[in-house]
């Protein structure tokens, strides 16, 4: 090597030894230094460029580390055989991924992924953020337990029995982020030849997963009051995955005597369970809500699921299970060494939020603002006096319309888009999604929507829908 | 049913319907009322109870949605078959499962899974914390991406290019909570048939996810630079997954040659594809970090992976890996489904605190920290003048120790125990522990104990590994 070409800069950010470690990487790298080449000893080495030995030693030391270099007891060091290595090029180019944006084609949206955002106690939040890293510090650091924070756990235990008649103590609980991150621990948890009955139609991100992961899934009907046990596919199936409580999308809720059925199906034979989706029981607009069906269970057969996903929102990823205590066991051996998968602060804040009462009062006052704007919407609905059939009860974020105008799913959703309103089909839960787009079957979610877009939206649809025909 | 019996407490706080409805509920339970009873019209009802008709119909509804009763058209309200029903107890029991708690026989814990908890940037952190919940109020409800917030992708994407040379744009990052589950996410996205090549030993969580997800996995061996090419299992595994960057637990780091030859080992078919867990790569501290193995990549071959549990703190949950395009193609096609599972305010204040210079100035300051008390830690050792080799680099926030003093992994983790520290074998981290225990290497993470205790603590462990043989 030409000592000669090397030019260091004193002043630049760079530091000398950084400026000869790459100086010495790119002649190796262009073969100006080759296979076995001697470098300089430090000594002569500082001794020309007028640094330190250990400037020297600390880039020579880099080039070994990264291979370039070996050196050789009692002889210096010497040039690694380096294989042809590519250059490094930083490309800017984007993938061609279609991000969702804010679709301007559209005034009125009955997304059913959506909550209210006015009322949302950010306030509340944000005086509890600050109050958990204020007061909590170094707790904030230390890993929850496997399952979630205790506290946490011990405030949604008490809020489910209380408000669910869930049955259950705070051990039973997993704290994990979000309905599909539960159902994909349920698939680790149980055996691999587990065959799982899936409402039909039903929510489509469990049949995702299940699928994603190759689990074996059969379809089960469903009836106004749920998952039909009339089904043949039930005794095929051992784990019955549903949201008795208000059936997404058909909205039934399922009575006494079939809960009751289900849990005796359940009790037919060890590897039996039952997965309930408890969704969005929050919101039931007349009479009490439901009990689960988890609290009619003693014979740890069911595993309850639910979010705060409709009860909050859905981007405090914050869900949970309670696992039967056989289950539960069997969790602990096989996977407690996933730490749980939501941040410390997100937890300590939730618990806060719960224990001190304020989410209660929370879904109070959501009741009510989801409420008015149901009726709103039936109100609007009816009054068109067309033929509309409203599906389901006075539960949950969204309806479900029969529109009998002759027109199928396809035809109800592209011309209400052109009437700039979004609604959506229910095709897309069914596991047989090509029958389904013939039937005339919408789904408004209100949530997000004000009374007044709800009124607006309806005409719209009025026009788009029965124009032609009225 | 008599209606004579029936008390309703206008005083309670329990309103009159749900009196009633539990009043009937009960009823039936108990068989005071029968299959197909005859239930008292909504007018008698309300007249002899001397509550409104609408007090009565929530009752009535209230049951039937529970399945306990039913309406007949213009005949009335009966009472269905409803089948025995358990009686509801809320068990209270706790489960004898041992939650960790501080151990009081301990007081010094060489900790590998903590970092420095005295210089968290809480003050920092709770600022922004603030604003983002102040300034992006409704943005907070919006989901984020699928594959993670895009602001907070593209500052990743920024310090992975700058810091450790990786060549990618913020579309193909993927956000997630932890390496387990981005592990879990790759074995969701890969073909079936994977096989995949862990280093034996290594991060014993990724093993342990591979096999719940019961994945062919087969160990190959770990020399002082990584991942063994010799290893025979290398040709029959078609996924590699290594930390090249600074070997876990055994510290080496893989030189420019063995990363290039396991480029072109991956480039040799075109299911191969090497997993690069980038885990502690932050901290170096001698000479400039090693550039990625993915910077070296120009093939669509590497995944690479990394978190912040070291670099701010494992609570906060958050962790990101890298896809090659014809992977991430993959992953929006298969699992887009999926919603980024980190709530949407940690996102939001972590893109602040990175791309504000924050996360930067956090890293040199804990850099120069972390230095110093490796300095210390290995000062202390070489003092003793013990047979004792300290394995591995300069790098990370644990060191390898083989203390030659005939003990095995067992004896020196027990004395040490009775000279109350806490240290750490490796066993774990091999496939075929039985064996290692019987290997004299201890582990020690130094990040969270401060100077004074690494130095009492050695003294200590120079008690209980070298009194006798002194």
């Given at each position: 090597?030409?000592?000669?070409?090397?030019?260091?800069?004193?002043?630049s950010?760079?530091?000398?030894?950084?400026?000869?470690?790459?100086?010495?990487?790119?002649?190796?790298?262009?073969?100006?230094?080759?296979?076995?080449?001697?470098?300089?000893?430090?000594?002569?080495?500082?001794?020309?460029?007028?640094?330190?030995?250990?400037?020297?030693?600390?880039?020579?030391?880099?080039?070994?580390?990264?291979?370039?270099?070996?050196?050789?007891?009692?002889?210096?060091?010497?040039?690694?055989?380096?294989?042809n290595?590519?250059?490094?090029?930083?490309?800017?180019?984007?993938?061609?991924?279609?991000?969702?944006?804010?679709?301007?084609?559209?005034?009125?949206?009955?997304?059913?992924?959506?909550?209210?955002?006015?009322?949302?106690?950010?306030s509340?939040?944000?005086?509890?953020?600050?109050?958990?890293?204020?007061?909590?510090?170094?707790?904030?650091?230390?890993?929850?337990?496997?399952?979630?924070?205790?506290?946490?756990?011990?405030?949604?235990?008490?809020?489910?029995?209380?408000?669910?008649?869930?049955n259950?103590?705070?051990?039973?609980?997993?704290?994990?982020?979000?309905?599909?991150?539960?159902?994909?621990?349920?698939?680790?948890?149980?055996?691999?030849?587990?065959?799982?009955?899936?409402?039909?139609?039903?929510?489509?991100?469990?049949?995702?997963?299940?699928?994603?992961?190759?689990?074996?899934i059969?379809?089960?009907?469903?009836?106004?009051?749920?998952?039909?046990?009339?089904?043949?596919?039930?005794?095929?199936?051992?784990?019955?995955?549903?949201?008795p409580?208000?059936?997404?999308?058909?909205?039934?809720?399922?009575?006494i005597?079939?809960?009751?059925?289900?849990?005796?199906?359940?009790?037919?034979?060890?590897?039996?369970?039952?997965?309930?989706?408890?969704?969005?029981?929050?919101?039931?607009?007349?009479?009490?809500?439901?009990?689960?069906?988890?609290?009619?269970?003693?014979?740890?057969?069911?595993?309850?699921?639910?979010?705060?996903?409709?009860?909050?929102?859905?981007?405090?990823?914050?869900?949970?299970?309670?696992?039967?205590?056989?289950?539960?066991?069997?969790?602990?051996?096989?996977?407690?060494?996933?730490?749980c998968?939501?941040?410390?602060?997100?937890?300590?804040?939730?618990?806060?939020?719960?224990?001190?009462?304020?989410?209660?009062?929370?879904?109070?006052?959501?009741?009510?603002?989801?409420?008015?704007?149901?009726?709103?919407?039936?109100?609007?609905?009816?009054?068109?006096?067309?033929?509309?059939?409203?599906?389901?009860t006075?539960?949950?974020?969204?309806?479900?319309?029969?529109?009998?105008?002759?027109?199928?799913?396809?035809?109800?959703?592209?011309s209400?888009?052109?009437?700039?309103?979004?609604?959506?089909?229910?095709?897309?839960?069914?596991?047989?999604?090509?029958?389904?787009?013939?039937?005339?079957?919408?789904l408004?979610?209100y949530?997000?929507?004000?009374?007044?877009?709800?009124?607006?939206?309806?005409?719209?649809?009025?026009?788009?829908?029965?124009?032609?025909?009225?």
């Open positions: 090597m030409n000592m000669m070409t090397i030019i260091l800069d004193t002043k950010k760079t530091p000398i030894y950084r400026q000869l470690y790459a100086y010495i990487k790119n002649e190796i790298q262009i073969n100006n230094l080759i296979y076995n080449q001697k470098l300089p000893s430090k000594r002569k080495f500082s001794e020309y460029l007028g640094v330190s030995q250990n400037t020297i030693m600390t880039a020579y030391t880099q080039l070994m580390e990264e291979g370039y270099i070996s050196s050789k007891e009692k002889k210096g060091f010497f040039v690694c055989k380096a294989e290595l590519e250059k490094f090029e930083f490309k800017n180019d984007k993938l061609n991924i279609a991000i969702p944006l804010k679709d301007e084609t559209i005034d009125y949206n009955f997304s059913i992924n959506t909550v209210e955002h006015n009322s949302f106690p950010f509340i939040l944000r005086k509890m953020y600050k109050e958990v890293i204020d007061e909590e510090d170094k707790t904030l650091l230390q890993i929850s337990e496997v399952q979630g924070l205790e506290e946490l756990r011990v405030s949604i235990s008490a809020y489910l029995h209380d408000s669910r008649g869930v259950c103590t705070a051990n039973q609980i997993i704290i994990s982020s979000g309905i599909e991150y539960l159902v994909q621990l349920i698939i680790l948890l149980l055996k691999k030849n587990t065959v799982f009955g899936l409402e039909n139609p039903g929510y489509e991100k469990s049949r995702y997963i299940l699928e994603a992961n190759l689990s074996n059969l379809p089960i009907q469903v009836d106004s009051e749920g998952m039909s046990l009339g089904d043949e596919n039930i005794n095929k199936a051992n784990v019955l995955f549903l949201s409580s208000h059936q997404f999308p058909t909205g039934g809720i399922m009575p005597n079939r809960r009751i059925q289900l849990i005796n199906w359940a009790n037919n034979a060890e590897n039996r369970y039952i997965i309930e989706d408890d969704y969005d029981s929050e919101f039931k607009y007349s009479g009490k809500p439901i009990p689960s069906l988890q609290g009619l269970d003693t014979n740890n057969k069911v595993i309850y699921i639910g979010s705060f996903s409709k009860s909050l929102s859905p981007t405090i990823r914050i869900s949970y299970m309670v696992l039967p205590k056989n289950l539960l066991k069997e969790y602990i051996e096989k996977l407690s060494f996933l730490v998968s939501v941040p410390m602060i997100e937890q300590k804040v939730l618990h806060r939020y719960i224990s001190e009462g304020y989410f209660e009062r929370h879904l109070n006052k959501m009741r009510k603002i989801y409420r008015s704007k149901y009726e709103i919407l039936v109100h609007c609905i009816n009054e068109l006096n067309r033929n509309i059939e409203i599906k389901g006075d539960a949950g974020l969204n309806i479900l319309l029969k529109i009998n105008n002759g027109m199928t799913e396809e035809d109800l959703i592209k209400a888009l052109q009437n700039r309103v979004k609604v959506y089909g229910i095709s897309t839960y069914y596991f047989d999604q090509s029958n389904c787009k013939k039937l005339p079957n919408i408004l979610g949530a997000s929507m004000s009374e007044y877009e709800i009124k607006e939206a309806i005409k719209c649809l009025d026009k788009a829908w029965f124009h032609n025909v009225s």
